[in-house]
């Protein structure tokens, strides 16, 4: 398990958006403006190939070589599930289940991309083989996992 800080410079961020410093802040502390950043992150400082959709039924990141499934950690926590199992009413919990397991065997590399402290960012890779360990022995679980309890399951 590899470990990478950044310290982005938020005024800078701010200025090139034309929105105040807590504004910037506020955004880029939220997944799903941070994601698309999240990726071309992991590409530049982690040496691999972030995948575009772990959603298909049909994918397998086996066949890509060094790509990897880039995922943010936000103050709400890590969930890995398929967005199309995440929320109320989107599917039961046996079909979410399935799918975490699916997708923890699928996967081979992990980035986690803890954007809770923006501008301090911090990325964590993960072989799969440990992602799965973590899956199997329930430590991540459908509901996700909060920042605190993702640090010390990685320690």
């Not at 926590?77 to 397991?101: C, F, M």
Request: hydrophobic content about 45%; aromatic content about 6%.
């Amino acid at each position: 398990m590899k470990r990478k800080d950044l310290i982005l410079d938020a005024n800078a961020l701010a200025a090139a958006l034309e929105v105040g410093k807590s504004g910037a802040l506020a955004a880029m502390r939220n997944g799903r403006c941070s994601a698309w950043f999240a990726k071309l992150w992991a590409a530049k400082h982690c040496n691999v190939i972030p995948h575009d959709n772990t959603n298909n039924k049909d994918f397998n990141s086996w066949h890509l070589g060094s790509a990897a499934n880039v995922v943010a950690l936000t103050s709400s926590g890590l969930n890995i599930v398929r967005s199309g199992n995440k929320g109320k009413n989107r599917s039961n919990p046996d079909d979410a289940q399935e799918s975490l397991e699916r997708l923890a065997n699928r996967i081979t590399m992990w980035v986690v991309v803890d954007v809770t402290l923006f501008p301090h960012v911090t990325l964590v890779m993960i072989d799969g083989d440990e992602m799965r360990d973590f899956v199997q022995r329930g430590l991540i679980t459908i509901g996700g996992i909060k920042r605190n309890t993702f640090y010390k399951m990685i320690e």
